[in-house]
Structures are given as C-alpha cells and as structure tokens.
C-alpha cells in the first residue's frame, strides 16, 4: 500500500543516516519533496551536492542532466543515483553533440577562429544547464560556459567580455529574452535550426548576429500565453504576473517580473497577506506554493495542469526502490559521466561559477 511504501522510505532513509543526501527539485511532486533534504532550483541543487561531501550517495529527485551536474561536481568517491532513468528533459534532448559540432564547424568556416584586436573569439557557445554532460564538455574545450535561468545575464556578459559573438542552446527562449533585456535587438539573434545548412540563414545575417539561438524550447513553458496574463489581470485586478524566463517573449513582455524557479519562490515569500500572484511555471511547485501560503492567492496562469511529464516520472516507488538497493549494498540507477567528458564539462560548470558576483 501507499502507507507501507512511504514507512520504507522513511526507514530506508533513517537507517541510511548522512551516508545519504537526497536533493529535490522544485518541480517535485510532493510525495517526493517530503524526503528531500534539499529542495531548489538546479542552480542550487548542483550546489547542494557539494555541501553534503560526507554523504556517500546524492540520491537526485529530479532530471537527467541535473543528476549528471551533480556526478560532475561531487567527490570522486561520492556516486549520484537518478530514481528512474527515464526521467530526462525533452529541451535537453533538442541538442545532440553531434548537431552542435556540426553547427560550430559551419561557424568556424565563416567567421574562421582567429580572435579580433581586441582578443575577443569569433563566437562563444554557451549551454543551458538543462543539456547532456557533453555538450557542457563542449563548451569547455571551446572557451564557452554555462548558464542557469537565475545567472544567464551576468553569464552572458561574461561571454561578451570574451567573444564577437554567442551560440546559445538549447532554449532559444531563455537566450532571447536574456539578450533583449541585455538591449541586443531581434534582428541581431537569428534562430539556430540544426536540420538547415547554415541553421536556416543568409551569411549577411550571420555577419551581424550577436546571438544564435538555438531551435530547442520547453514544451512546459511553451504552454503559456499573452491571452492568460490578460484574464489573470482581468480577473484579479493587482495581480503580480511572475514567469520563467523559459516562457516565450511576448509573454515575459507582458509579465510584471520573470525569474528562475528560486526567484519565484522568493517573490512570493517576500508578499504580504492578500497578495494574488499569477505564476507561468511548473503546477507541482505553484501548487506547493499555495499551500505553504494560505493568507495569499496564487495560482498558475494556465488553467489546464501543465505538470513536467519526465519530473513526475520520479515516483515515490522508484525512490523507495533505490534506497531500498543502497541497503542492500546494491548501486542501481547510478549516473556516471565518463572521466574525460566531467573533466572538460566541469571546466565550463567552473567558469560559470566564477563568474558569478
Ligand atoms: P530552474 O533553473 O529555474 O530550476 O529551472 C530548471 C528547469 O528545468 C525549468 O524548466
Ligand atoms: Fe525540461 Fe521543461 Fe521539464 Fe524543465 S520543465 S525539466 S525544461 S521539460
């Protein structure tokens, strides 16, 4: 039963002691979220990981490339377990290794590698957090860095202090809206398609571009609309509006604010009894929010539930299932990132990190 599982786990976890840290994200269902002795946005989460350097196991409520950040950054003796494998990200999935060396060698055959007189590189790629281990190796062995939705701004800039130029995947979205707020104008960030030679554009418009975007998106975010934000307003006069940056531009636009998933949550920490807030992200974590905030009003802008499907696939009884093999001395679901590829993915995962304030 439900019961019996949920007493397995608290045993399992109690019995694990701080051999075991589990991390969650914020998209975590609640059954999950209970457990984790960490909860955060993946930022944080690939933080976390390293706070914990007594624990043996980071068992990873979450995704896929989180769970591979985290065998990145931990000890060599620490081992990261994802409850079940299939829980991936379909955004990450929009940019393969293959693709992106396949694009950076048409780009290095028009702008050529050599850097400007002011020392700056043709074009600097920079990945989402939500993206394979490899294709942060990528960015390692070509100067390029990664960014999260909470610090993609000041990464940006990092790039521009480096480079001509930024070849920004998966989320076009998350680059487009980073780059408007930074004053770069539409016409300087062409999309990026992969399957087009040339990614679909004229030589003219790659000589001005600033930012490349790649052609990936999050089906969650994508979800969400201008026409929603109005009836939210239209509905609750003095609604404060907050998306995720992954959200499309015309509805980050018509937002009041936009920020990573830690961002929301401290918006609607900081609000005052009787505040109504609209949220464009994932309903597990608006839902949560509502809960732990009943002298406030906030709810989702997008009427249907719009969970992450591959988030949700972290089920209680996969967790119970993984911890239970722990006790038996038994690893299952392990990720592991292969030695040379953490070894250059760290190096953009550390360039990210420094050059934060
Ligand atoms: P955060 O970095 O805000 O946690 O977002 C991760 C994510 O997958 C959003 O869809
Ligand atoms: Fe990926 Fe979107 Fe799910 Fe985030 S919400 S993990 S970007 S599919």
Redo the contacts with the bound molecule.
Sequence with gaps: SEDELHERIRNTKKALGDKLVILGHF?QRDEVVQYADFVGDSFQLANAALTKPDAETIVFCG?HFMAETADILARPEQRVILPNLAAG????DMADEDSVESAWEDLMELYGDEPDADGRQPVIPVTYM?SSAALKAFCGRHGGIVCTSSNASTVLEWAFERGQRVLFFP?QHLGRNTAKAMGIGLDQMPMWNPRKPLGGNTEEVLRDAKVLLWHGF????KRFTVDQIEQARAEHPGVRVIVHP?CPMPVVDAADESGSTDYIRKAIEGGRPGDVFAIGT?INMVNRLQAEHPEMTIFCLDPVICP?S??YRIHPGYLAWTLDGLLEGEVRNQIVVADDVATDAKVALERMLAALP
């Design positions: 998209y995704v990200c379909s955004m990450a939500n989320d999050c089906s969650v975010h992954e994932e992450c591959t988030m």
